[in-house]
């Protein structure tokens, strides 16, 4: 991981403040995960991202291209890497909360029921949060 200045951090916050957004999903083991993009036609912006960074990955998606984060350690670095400088997307990063529930990998793994009503609050909460920005 890269040490990022703090104007790195606000500079990548105002970023995806204004562009992008957290995304929840449901794998089909039943376990709500978080994946976090950025989108941008420049790839040249999405890699010096990254490289200030030190992590994501970089997908094309028709005519423009993403930098997103997947797994639990590089979703909670970013996430509280912005957090401080967040103004739009603060309540949305309540995804913090279900990446602290989900485990580095859990395939394989049957949740508890208690666990699963957890994550899926956590997951439900957090689409209401994307709607309720949206209105």
């Known amino acids: 991981m890269n040490k990022v200045t703090k104007m790195q951090a ?3 916050t105002g970023f995806f403040d204004g562009e992008d957004c957290v995304h929840g999903y449901l794998r089909r083991s039943r376990c ?3 994946l976090i993009t950025i989108t941008q036609k420049r790839t040249d912006i999405l890699r010096t991202l990254r490289n200030i960074l030190g992590y994501g990955r970089i997908r094309a998606k028709s005519k423009t291209h993403a ?3 997947s ?3 590089h979703v909670t670095n970013f996430i509280n890497l912005i957090l401080p400088y967040s103004l739009v997307k603060r309540r949305q990063l309540v995804g913090l909360k279900l ?14 029921v208690k666990e699963y009503q957890q994550r899926y609050q956590l997951y439900t909460k957090l689409k209401e949060l994307k709607h309720a920005h949206l209105q």
């Not at 990446?99 to 508890?112: A, K, Q």
């Open 99 to 112: 990446v602290g529930l989900t485990g580095p990998s859990n395939r394989g793994i049957r949740l508890s």
């Open 67 to 69: 930098l997103w984060f």
């Open 71 to 73: 797994g639990k350690s």
């Open 32 to 34: 709500p995960m978080i």
């Open 10 to 12: 606000a500079y990548i």
